[in-house]
């Protein structure tokens, strides 16, 4: 597209650069190959790309951030990154992966002009290069992070070995439509009142260096302790929730083939037959991956602890906390992919694109039961950004700025719908015609409320020559929320 700021006509013109290099005659150069290392891939699958990078079958790697760390390829000798990293300890990490054997190495960094964050770090460059790597912060006194401890404390008391492999091992299959905790699982997930007792001092004694620092919070005492021990198993089955809706879709999907198979209606080369067919292969996968039978020793995103952490009922600071998955077909098998809730709010809209492995697949389905009763409305304050929902949604006033919310300050967003997993088809192969690959034009707004209330806020006021200059507002626990408005 060309953004046109002449009343006259324009007439567009090939690409200069884009069509001499289509005019050269590769095949007496070397053979370029890529390929990416992401947290996408298997163990295997990216320990076996370093080797080739290093051994120079594979010319260049397109890394996520798991080239961070823990990865010596001697021979780099260029690192091109993107964008600017967060802050200058993912610079020197990044950047550090070139020229580990003394050799002089290129490392350049791009910088996009949409972005506030490249652009400030264009301007100051020496900030990132030369900056200062500050200690990583961890917020302990965070409630959630102490729920996943506390569960994990729970866990650990327990006999659980049907954990240990497949969340099919936890689940009674008889009933594919509940999918209920089975009789044993259940039956070890209780504990007496004595070894409650004796979890509490356990606990109690996880926290004893800050917990003293926890009673400045109203939430934080042995009540909040005691209710987290006891609704443990109530928590521990609604953490299978999302698992569940996939282990639904696949079987869906399986059936659905299944019946068109059998019944007789289509010829063996009919399309409809075709499409049954890999949708059959298709779905069989699916729920191998749901079962953790991956065919290797890799653990899949669908192992207990690790699905657990993603779900924020474990810790787990290596993986992303209730994470929205997509599945891919590839090839003679498939992939779960995920992404952050903000970023696939975006990538796994409806009917855009995404790129994997040197293909690209088109976002067909929203994996969402009964959609129609899952559709909800909020209130918007259009000069606060606050969101009303529930009951807040009869609010009269911003319970932040206290403004009086009337049609021209506010905004009734109706037929929300909360974004859940997807599924791809695959479209064709990425081709030189790509120069530049474009995601729909969504329209993203993003909103914020205050679950724990007003009065966990804390307020300020700048003063510029005894006038009120600045008002500001310090909310220790918000709850973002990110609208599609514009989904296709």
């Given at each position: 597209?060309?953004?046109?700021?002449?009343?006259?006509?324009?007439?567009?013109?090939?690409?200069?650069?884009?069509?001499?290099?289509?005019?050269?005659?590769?095949?007496?150069?070397?053979?370029?190959?890529?390929?990416?290392?992401?947290?996408?891939?298997?163990?295997?699958?990216?320990?076996?790309?370093?080797?080739?990078?290093?051994?120079?079958?594979?010319?260049?790697?397109?890394?996520?951030?798991?080239?961070?760390?823990?990865?010596?390829?001697?021979?780099?000798?260029?690192?091109?990154?993107?964008?600017?990293?967060?802050?200058?300890?993912?610079?020197?990490?990044?950047?550090?992966?070139?020229?580990?054997?003394?050799?002089?190495?290129?490392?350049?960094?791009?910088?996009?002009?949409?972005?506030?964050h490249d652009v400030h770090y264009f301007k100051n460059s020496a900030k990132m290069v030369a900056g200062n790597v500050v200690p990583p912060r961890l917020e302990i006194n965070n409630e959630e992070l102490?729920?996943?401890?506390?569960?994990?404390?729970?866990?650990?008391?327990?006999?659980?070995?049907?954990?240990?492999?497949?969340?099919?091992?936890?689940?009674?299959?008889?009933?594919?439509?509940?999918?209920?905790?089975?009789?044993?699982?259940?039956?070890?997930?209780?504990?007496?009142?004595?070894?409650?007792?004796?979890?509490?001092?356990?606990?109690?004694?996880?926290?004893?260096?800050?917990?003293?620092?926890?009673?400045?919070?109203?939430?934080?005492?042995?009540?909040?302790?005691?209710?987290?021990?006891?609704?443990?198993?109530?928590?521990?089955?609604?953490?299978?929730?999302?698992?569940?809706?996939?282990?639904?879709?696949?079987?869906?999907q399986l059936s659905n083939a299944t019946n068109i198979i059998n019944s007789g209606t289509f010829t063996t080369n009919h399309e409809q037959m075709k499409a049954a067919r890999r949708n059959q292969y298709?779905?069989?996968?699916?729920?191998?991956?749901?079962?953790?039978?991956?065919?290797?020793?890799?653990?899949?995103?669908?192992?207990?602890?690790?699905?657990?952490?993603?779900?924020?009922?474990?810790?787990?600071?290596?993986?992303?906390?209730?994470?929205?998955?997509?599945?891919?077909?590839?090839?003679?098998?498939?992939?779960?992919?995920?992404?952050?809730?903000?970023?696939?709010?975006?990538?796994?809209?409806?009917?855009?694109?995404?790129?994997?492995?040197?293909?690209?697949?088109?976002?067909?389905?929203?994996?969402?039961?009964?959609?129609?009763?899952?559709?909800?409305?909020?209130?918007?304050?259009?000069?606060?950004?606050?969101?009303?929902?529930?009951?807040?949604?009869?609010?009269?006033?911003?319970?932040?700025?206290?403004?009086?919310?009337?049609?021209?300050?506010?905004?009734?967003?109706?037929?929300?719908?909360?974004?859940?997993?997807?599924?791809?088809?695959?479209?064709?192969?990425?081709?030189?015609?790509?120069?530049?690959?474009?995601?729909?034009?969504?329209?993203?707004?993003?909103?914020?409320?205050?679950?724990?209330?007003?009065?966990?806020?804390?307020?300020?006021?700048?003063?510029?020559?005894?006038?009120?200059?600045?008002?500001?507002?310090?909310?220790?626990?918000?709850?973002?929320?990110?609208?599609?408005?514009?989904?296709?």
């Amino acid at each position: 597209m060309v953004k046109q700021r002449s009343y006259k006509n324009y007439e567009l013109k090939p690409n200069i650069f884009f069509q001499s290099i289509y005019k050269i005659d590769f095949k007496k150069y070397k053979t370029f190959k890529g390929n990416v290392h992401t947290g996408q891939n298997s163990n295997e699958e990216r320990q076996l790309r370093e080797a080739k990078f290093r051994e120079g079958v594979i010319s260049a790697l397109y890394c996520s951030p798991t080239m961070e760390l823990g990865i010596d390829i001697s021979t780099l000798n260029v690192v091109h990154m993107r964008n600017a990293p967060p802050n200058p300890s993912n610079y020197a990490q990044r950047s550090g992966r070139a020229g580990r054997s003394g050799q002089a190495a290129l490392v350049f960094t791009y910088c996009s002009g949409f972005s506030p964050h490249d652009v400030h770090y264009f301007k100051n460059s020496a900030k990132m290069v030369a900056g200062n790597v500050v200690p990583p912060r961890l917020e302990i006194n965070n409630e959630e992070l102490l729920k996943t401890h506390l569960n994990a404390v729970y866990l650990s008391e327990l006999n659980l070995n049907e954990i240990n492999l497949s969340i099919c091992d936890l689940i009674d299959e008889t009933n594919k439509d509940m999918l209920l905790l089975n009789e044993d699982v259940n039956n070890k997930l209780k504990i007496s009142d004595k070894q409650k007792d004796s979890l509490l001092i356990k606990f109690k004694k996880v926290i004893k260096d800050f917990e003293s620092d926890l009673k400045i919070y109203k939430w934080f005492n042995d009540d909040w302790i005691k209710n987290g021990i006891n609704r443990f198993p109530e928590s521990f089955n609604n953490a299978l929730d999302r698992w569940r809706s996939l282990y639904r879709s696949a079987i869906s999907q399986l059936s659905n083939a299944t019946n068109i198979i059998n019944s007789g209606t289509f010829t063996t080369n009919h399309e409809q037959m075709k499409a049954a067919r890999r949708n059959q292969y298709q779905g069989n996968i699916q729920l191998d991956l749901l079962k953790n039978k991956t065919g290797s020793n890799t653990l899949s995103e669908f192992y207990p602890y690790r699905y657990l952490a993603s779900e924020g009922f474990l810790p787990g600071y290596n993986f992303t906390r209730l994470p929205l998955r997509t599945y891919i077909p590839v090839g003679n098998s498939g992939a779960y992919v995920s992404r952050p809730r903000f970023l696939a709010l975006k990538e796994f809209g409806p009917g855009n694109l995404i790129y994997h492995n040197g293909s690209k697949y088109r976002i067909e389905q929203l994996l969402k039961q009964d959609i129609e009763n899952s559709r909800t409305e909020a209130k918007i304050v259009n000069s606060s950004g606050y969101f009303l929902e529930g009951a807040e949604k009869n609010f009269e006033i911003c319970p932040l700025t206290e403004v009086a919310l009337n049609n021209t300050n506010s905004e009734i967003i109706t037929q929300l719908l909360e974004m859940s997993e997807t599924r791809t088809e695959e479209q064709n192969r990425i081709s030189c015609e790509e120069e530049e690959r474009l995601s729909h034009g969504y329209d993203m707004k993003t909103y914020f409320s205050i679950p724990s209330g007003i009065d966990t806020v804390v307020k300020a006021k700048v003063l510029n020559a005894n006038e009120n200059f600045l008002n500001l507002c310090f909310i220790p626990t918000a709850k973002l929320t990110r609208i599609n408005k514009n989904g296709k």
